[in-house]
């Protein structure tokens, strides 16, 4: 119930996850159907980055602030839409990237369980969307909730997961609710991310989805240094199972494009695309 999101936004981990984020919302509006995403740690759902929070830590300076004169490549949709948010003046969270890309016929479930961020996320989606039917934002614990609102009745779309991994157990957590979704709804996308701050637990949380049984499990990973010290955010990984057509080439152009405009000149910097469960 701690963890405030203001004092990272726009940091190098959310820019690789928006990023795989907005390409994987395209590509579900590939097709005409109707899909819903629900969103199990929303968050504010936007964040201002002249804030105290946000000056204090300034990772938004090495991050998005890196990123928001491209216009064309693997990375010019995110930056166009983060621009088209506010920034640099604000950053959008995973709330206000999917709102934006939603068609009349899309759905948004945001679930956030904090009070102020559960408050504030309220406020921002009741004066963007108004009373749009298309947006729902619910308090309530993100795991309880991937029980409670799945499958969907659009029977498509995609669940993110995104805890903020301040607490023990929570790579358990993320695989269980993983394992939960995909035996309550084999055909959601599920995008979960994590830290890599050591490869031990990132290497257990690999082997536990495997075992679960899960299929067509791909994991995107980013590093901006050696992941060899567990006291600091070395990296980041977009876990996604029953990713969508074409994800993998398009991961790669995303991360390499990344690692080209984050590059903060340290030593074992690096991105992968590894398949952890073939279909």
Not at 64 to 72: A, H, P, S
Request: hydrophobic share 45%; with cysteine; charged share 25%.
């Amino acid at each position: 119930m701690n963890y405030r999101h203001a004092f990272h936004a726009g940091n190098f981990a959310d820019c690789m996850k928006h990023a795989l984020l907005v390409w994987m919302l395209r590509a579900l509006a590939r097709k005409s159907a109707p899909f819903r995403v629900l969103d199990t740690h929303a968050g504010a759902g936007a964040y201002d980055l002249g804030s105290e929070e946000a000056r204090r830590g300034g990772e938004w300076q090495a991050g998005v602030g890196r990123l928001l004169d491209i216009v064309e490549g693997p990375l010019a949709d995110y930056a166009a839409l983060v621009r088209e948010a506010g920034a640099p003046a604000s950053y959008p969270g995973s709330p206000a990237l999917v709102g934006a890309l939603l068609r009349p016929e899309d759905r948004l479930v945001c679930v956030e369980l904090h009070p102020g961020e559960h408050a504030a996320l309220r406020a921002r989606f009741r004066a963007r969307f108004r009373a749009d039917p298309r947006v729902a934002v619910h308090r309530r614990d993100a795991w309880e909730a991937l029980r409670a609102l799945t499958p969907f009745p659009e029977r498509r779309g995609l669940v993110l997961m995104d805890p903020p991994f301040e607490q023990p157990g929570e790579f358990e957590r993320l695989s269980a609710g993983l394992s939960l979704v995909s035996r309550r709804f084999r055909g959601a996308v599920q995008a979960a991310w994590y830290p890599i701050k050591h490869r031990a637990p990132v290497r257990a949380f690999h082997a536990s989805v495997e075992a679960a049984g899960l299929r067509d499990v791909v994991a995107a990973e980013l590093w901006l240094r050696e992941p060899t010290d567990p006291a600091r955010l070395n990296g980041c990984g977009l876990l996604v199972a029953n990713p969508p057509w074409g994800f993998e080439a398009e991961a790669r152009g995303i991360l390499s494009a990344l690692l080209g405009r984050l590059d903060g000149g340290e030593t074992g910097q690096g991105w992968a695309i590894t398949r952890i469960a073939e279909e």
